[in-house]
């Protein structure tokens, strides 16, 4: 018998785009697919875990033996992760959180006015989920295990770098370009410490299953 990697471990997993609001009809969101999270959530389950995703918007079926929780907005995402965060593990932050919300979302719809004046918006900026969880005690202390990850348009290897320790996390996982929102595969570059170390191109799972062995060998 091969006990499973992350047998006996809880693992919470953000995934999808966030959706902010401007009227009940409306808000401003991301090209965020969600498959790399649904993936890694999968994967984490395939090695014994307890798996929470919570998702944004998408639509993508929940993997078997997953624990899903929906959301819509960044301050949404956050309230259902923080306390889960306080039974995980690990937390894998795959989401593309909206950097910023409408500053006042309108309870009715905003109606043209007839006159070609423009509606007017100011925003706010949202919560740092990641850097929220890293920066808890269960994390600081070690009990939990936090990975973020990095979209970047170039410099990769550097912004990797930098965000793993502005964001306090031990592994950033960089999304090797171009853009690959909504691709089936995808190529990442893992960063500690320590060490840097491309994965070459593959599907999203086989990907998950890469990273979830990784760091399933550094707790
Ligand atoms: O700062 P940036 O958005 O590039 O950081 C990306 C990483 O931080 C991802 O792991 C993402 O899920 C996480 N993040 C978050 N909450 C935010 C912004 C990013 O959890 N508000």
């Given at each position: 018998f091969q006990p499973k990697s992350l047998a006996g471990k809880n693992i919470l997993v953000t995934a999808g785009p966030t959706f902010e609001a401007i009227d009940p009809v409306r808000g401003i969101t991301n090209l965020s697919s969600g498959?790399?999270?649904?993936?890694?959530?999968r994967a984490a389950r395939e090695a014994g875990g307890n798996v929470t995703l919570v998702a944004g918007p998408v639509s993508l079926p929940t993997p078997r033996g997953v624990t899903r929780i929906n959301v819509q907005s960044a301050q949404q995402m956050l309230e259902a992760t923080v306390p889960q965060a306080q039974l995980a593990d690990i937390f894998i932050a795959t989401a593309a959180v909206a950097d910023w919300r409408p500053a006042q979302a309108s309870d009715q719809k905003i109606k043209k006015d007839g006159s070609g004046n423009t509606p007017q918006m100011s925003f706010t900026e949202n919560p740092d989920i990641l850097?929220?969880?890293?920066?808890?005690?269960?994390?600081?202390s070690g009990a939990l295990f936090c990975v973020g990850f990095a979209a970047e348009s170039h410099d990769l290897l550097a912004h990797a770098q930098a965000k793993r320790i502005r964001k306090g996390v031990p592994l950033l996982v960089g999304n090797i370009g171009p853009a690959t929102f909504g691709a089936d595969d995808n190529a990442l570059l893992l960063v500690d410490a320590a060490t840097t170390v491309e994965v070459p191109r593959a599907s999203k799972l086989e990907l998950a299953r890469h990273l979830i062995a990784e760091i399933a060998r550094r707790l």
């Open positions: 498959k790399m999270g649904f993936a890694i959530a850097a929220t969880v890293a920066g808890s005690e269960r994390a600081t």
